[in-house]
């Protein structure tokens, strides 16, 4: 495999053969492929595809590049997996509620990518916790907690591990090819016996067309249905963020939060939580209206808190994580309000925008070698169509500094419009099914 030659023709438009693209994928594994070639050959796929074919040798190259884990547990092995929107930590609610039912969920989760946040940046808000395991302890902990959240082991999917940091410093994240290989070579990798997928759709999404993101949902239950693991898929709103909160330490509180039982702290996000595990476990042979109420019930007991708190020490954080959660979460040394200076209703949130205020703040990457703030970001963000009067607050922001504040306060101010009041999406927006 010559990459140049390959890169070249992807370039010209031509249709690359499975077995070249699949070489690729060993070449990023391997190192044969450089930083440079990665880029490039990411650039040359969001401006001509791979085709279905292409995607699929994408999609099982990478998967192959590594190790793939196989298990032999008391309950089924299943996953869910987001493709990106702001405030969105499902999945820090729905792996321990599930392994509080029985389920077992080895969830190989990644970091921020472009104005998104990640779930391993959100977990490492908590002190000394590391998401970093070898397989042997991410078998340890699935095995004894019932679910492991945790980076991708060096020798699980080691091409997509190497695409995935090009991407996200190239501008070449959102395309439907590259997010499918991407996502289902480590949820593959992974053994699985079922997936849901929640493909983000709205101002706060890659996807901002429902089109575009059925589009991706299909694509996904195609390739990972065809691989041998069944999935589903959910195409959810995102049109302002999931939880009212931005950020790495500030999610986790709103997580804490709802884990503690206070559900109004965050209702959509439990709400979706609920939708989500019900049909994962309809994929493992239940019935979807009975998972949810167990989902649901596993939340409000504090069953899935007990996991949960039992994951993070597991990780290496304070074992009294579920006590005194807010003692340990770590603090901006700036909070300010900010409130509204004019009459109406919260008629548009740019989710978008608002990701990229908490990259500035330094809540995400830009390039990267950056290294994350866990404390600063939003907290308290209003609900679209609100009734708003002057004074009333749109968000809470927590910064490093003053300065940093009044930046993120004019990004937040531009990325909220006051005025006649919205029509609502649901928060389910469509369905692809097997």
């Known amino acids: 495999m010559d990459a140049r030659r390959l890169i070249a023709a992807l370039r010209r438009g031509e249709t690359l053969a499975p077995d070249d693209i699949a070489a690729f994928a060993r070449g990023l594994a391997d190192g044969t492929v450089s930083d440079a070639q990665a880029g490039a050959f990411a650039m040359a796929v969001c401006l001509n595809g791979l085709g279905e074919a292409g995607r699929v040798a994408l999609t099982t190259g990478m998967r192959d590049s590594g190790d793939r884990l196989s298990w032999d547990l008391p309950g089924p092995v299943l996953d869910k997996h987001s493709t990106g929107g702001v ?6 609610l729905l792996a321990p509620a599930l392994a509080a039912c029985g389920v077992y969920v080895p969830m190989i989760s990644g970091r921020g990518l472009g104005h998104t946040g990640g779930t391993l940046d ?15 302890k991410l078998r340890e902990i699935t095995r004894q907690t019932g679910c492991a959240i945790v980076g991708a082991t060096g020798r699980i999917a080691p091409a997509d591990k190497r695409l995935y940091a090009v991407r996200d410093v190239t501008g070449t994240v959102d395309h439907v090819d590259l997010i499918t290989a991407s996502i289902l070579s480590k949820k593959l990798a992974a053994g699985l016996e079922g997936l849901v997928l929640d493909v983000k759709v709205g101002s706060g999404a890659f996807m901002k067309s429902e089109a575009e993101a059925r589009e991706l949902a299909q694509a996904l239950v195609a390739t990972a249905n065809g691989a041998g693991c069944p999935t589903a898929a959910f195409l959810t709103d995102m049109d302002q963020p999931l939880a009212p909160a931005l950020g790495n330490a500030t999610e986790m509180a709103v997580i804490m939060a709802v884990l503690s039982g206070d559900r109004l702290a965050a209702p959509r996000l439990h709400d979706l939580t609920v939708a989500l595990g019900g049909r994962l476990m309809a994929l493992a042979g239940g019935a979807e209206g009975e998972g949810e109420e167990k989902i649901a019930e596993a939340i409000a007991s504090g069953r899935a808190m007990e996991r949960f708190a039992a994951m993070l020490h597991d990780l290496g954080g304070p074992a009294d994580m579920a006590q005194n959660w807010r003692a340990h979460l ?11 200076t004019e009459s109406g209703h919260l008629a548009a949130i ?16 830009k390039v990267e070698s950056d290294r994350i703030d866990p404390a600063v970001g939003l907290s308290d963000v209003a609900r679209l169509g609100a009734r708003i009067a002057p004074g009333d607050p749109l968000a809470r922001i927590h910064a490093a500094t003053d300065t940093d504040a009044d930046a993120a306060e004019a990004a937040l101010r531009g990325a909220m419009t006051i005025g006649d009041a919205p029509r609502l999406n649901d928060l389910v927006r469509g369905r692809v099914d097997p």
Do not use: C, I, N, Y
């Open 87 to 92: 405030g969105d930590p499902v999945s820090l």
């Open 122 to 136: 959100k977990l490492e808000a908590v002190p000394g916790l590391s998401t970093q395991v070898d397989e042997a």
């Open 350 to 365: 740019d989710g978008e925008a608002l990701g990229h205020a908490v990259v500035a703040l330094g809540g995400g990457r």
């Open 330 to 340: 770590p603090q901006a040394p700036v909070v300010r309000e900010v409130t509204a």
